[in-house]
């Protein structure tokens, strides 16, 4: 299955998406303000990838003045729902449709692995205003807790794709593969958890590429194992799931 293949399979699972995708603490937009060096309200932002409006209505929230890209249909058509007031453009970030200098602030949430950095890296830099920044984020697995290690290992096994890191990447090695090297760049590390239903934690795992790629008796077969599984750790139904936000934020010149 290519890489677009697994980008494009959002679209048919957007509703999915956004009633179940984990959202984000707090604490990263602190941490985006002190690294881009300026607070979010008043700040012109890009949202790439901004899927069905997750981090663009945080952003918001904060004061900023966001515009949204996303290049999938589905993932627009919930987005305008959820956020009927904020503009979105069709686009990608290997090609922003958007002017030169005119943003404060890039933000991709989620969604930076899906771009070739070669050309999304100077597309950002293209957009960004002098001294304006570029931030990256992902909600990361928790390795650490047993069970979120044990599930992702089983999540591995039966879509067949490679196993988990034994290790989390050093600061220079993440830089590195975002494709960030050779600019001013900061990484920061948030840890959050939530509670959620038993329903909503398969729901959100089952919304990743790896499973819409899957098929339905793919996906139902593992829904099936995990369930029973999961009764026994969490008797109530009520999950907690953990998470380490993986924050990169990087300076135009």
């Not at 998406?17 to 700040?43: H, M, T």
């Not at 993932?75 to 200098?101: I, Y």
């Not at 943003?103 to 957009?127: G, I």
């Not at 069970?147 to 039966?158: G, L, M, N, T, Y």
């Amino acid at each position: 299955m290519t890489v677009a293949s697994r980008a494009h399979s959002f679209n048919a699972a957007a509703a999915q998406y956004a009633a179940n995708r984990p959202s984000y603490p707090p604490a990263l937009f602190d941490a985006v303000e002190e690294l881009a060096g300026r607070p979010l309200a008043g700040a012109r932002v890009a949202d790439v990838g901004a899927g069905t409006g997750i981090a663009t209505a945080l952003l918001r929230e904060r004061g900023a003045d966001v515009i949204a890209v996303e290049p999938g249909a589905g993932m627009v058509a919930q987005f305008r729902r959820a956020l009927p007031e904020v503009p979105v453009v069709r686009g990608d970030g290997n090609a922003l449709p958007l002017a030169d200098a005119s943003r404060d602030l890039v933000t991709y949430a989620q969604s930076w692995h899906w771009t070739d950095t070669d050309r999304s890296v100077p597309e950002a830099l293209r957009v960004l205003r002098p001294g304006g920044a570029l931030a990256v984020w992902w909600n990361t697995t928790a390795f650490e807790v047993p069970w979120i290690a044990a599930q992702a290992e089983r999540v591995a096994a039966h879509c067949g794709v490679g196993p988990a890191p034994a290790a989390r990447l050093d600061d220079g090695r993440a830089t590195r593969l975002a494709g960030l090297s050779g600019l001013r760049g900061t990484r920061r590390q948030v840890p959050w958890s939530r509670v959620v239903s038993l329903d909503t934690h398969l729901a959100n795992i089952t919304s990743h590429s790896v499973f819409l790629v899957l098929g339905e008796s793919g996906t139902q077969a593992f829904l099936t194992a995990e369930r029973d599984r999961l009764r026994e750790l969490f008797p109530d139904e009520r999950v907690e799931e953990t998470y380490l936000v993986d924050l990169l934020v990087a300076v135009r010149p």
